[in-house]
């Protein structure tokens, strides 16, 4: 006579690295959307400036004077001409790093312009899956002038991320498509409201190894990213230096549709489809400071923010593919709740067709953090 005996399965929530795997893909959803609003939001503090070359990788940072900085409204010919004033006359040459002074209305022809960062990062929440991740995010967009106030554009955008889980080989290929449009209004002569509307879609690639089944579960996720931003910005001008100090809300919702595993026999999981919305405030502050050197005029910037989330929670449910009706519940956050930004860049514009840049980001949070570098050289036709 045969004698079996049945073992339960066991708790795939008691599992570090299906609960990072989830987190993460959940994470990195939320990350590649916020770096496509972080690159448009770089645009629209460019557009506060009335000197917005044709053609740039963000757009150059020459100045007008204060007292012609007047956004859409045209200095009058007549108060910059002398007598002798006339079509012959010779025409004033700008410093490097100043703009030559307006004559005539600003256009309202097209502005093109891409950002984008790479950046690396680790998260020790999970001791025994701890997780390095590194990701890139390319925004590339369109803009023009809508009315005397405002500025407005479409853009797209193309992420990837990848990361790696433990130890064991499990892992997370992600890529992520955007379109956006995002537009600034100046309601006074130093303030500024700018808004971002954009949705992003992409697939996420996941191979967890099952240390029971010795094998991959694997599986691919399709996921969506609703998201918008809202920020009020002012600038203090005190001779060289600009301070900025701003305020932002960003808003996200999150939806990954479900999949089933294969590879690890009756160890695969299937994962049900999970959403989170998640609100987020920020407050920060920008300083600059322009100083003309011998090779053009060198522009130097710190960056401090303080980004706090109200929400983002989730639920994912989760079983046994051969067993749907025992599940278990996985809980958690899209980010992180409390985060700082420290960033310093420098750029050098060497003329008024080029410039050269470079920044660096730290980003702090509890258990994680991670470093984001840019370098761009831009050119204006």
Known sequence: MAIYRYAALPDPTMDPTVKAMVDFQVHTVQVMGQQQMDNVQDRLTELHNDEVPLLSNRAAFAQMPASQRQYGLPTDPA???????????????????????????????????????LQFG?????????????SSGMTA???????RNVKAGVAVGFGIDHATIGSNGSRIDANVWSAQAYASYRVAPLWFIDGVLGYAAGRLANYRYDSTALAFGSGERSAGDLFGSLSIN?????????IAPYARLDLQWIRLDGYAETGAG?????????????????LGGRFSHVT???AGALKSTLELAYRHS???????????????ATTYGLFGLAEKHDQALIGLGLELQVNKSLSISA???ELIANQARSERGRAQVKFAF
């Open 141 to 147: 967009g369109v803009d023009t002038r809508l009315t």
């Open 266 to 282: 009756i160890y695969n999981l299937t994962f049900n489809r999970t959403s989170a919305v998640d609100a987020a405030g920020v």
């Open 79 to 117: 108060a910059n001409a002398g007598p002798a004033s006339d079509a012959t006359s010779p025409r004033q040459t700008p410093k490097d790093g100043q703009a030559a002074p307006m004559t005539a209305a600003p256009d309202s022809s097209l502005r093109y312009f891409t950002a984008g960062a």
């Open 234 to 242: 002012h600038e203090i001008k005190v001779d060289c230096w600009k």
């Open 292 to 294: 003309d050197t011998s």
């Open 122 to 134: 680790r998260d020790t929440t999970y001791a025994d899956a701890k997780y390095n991740v590194s």
């Open 359 to 361: 920044r660096f980001d």
């Open 310 to 324: 109200f929400s983002g929670a989730y639920t994912q449910i989760a079983y046994y593919s051969f067993d749907a």
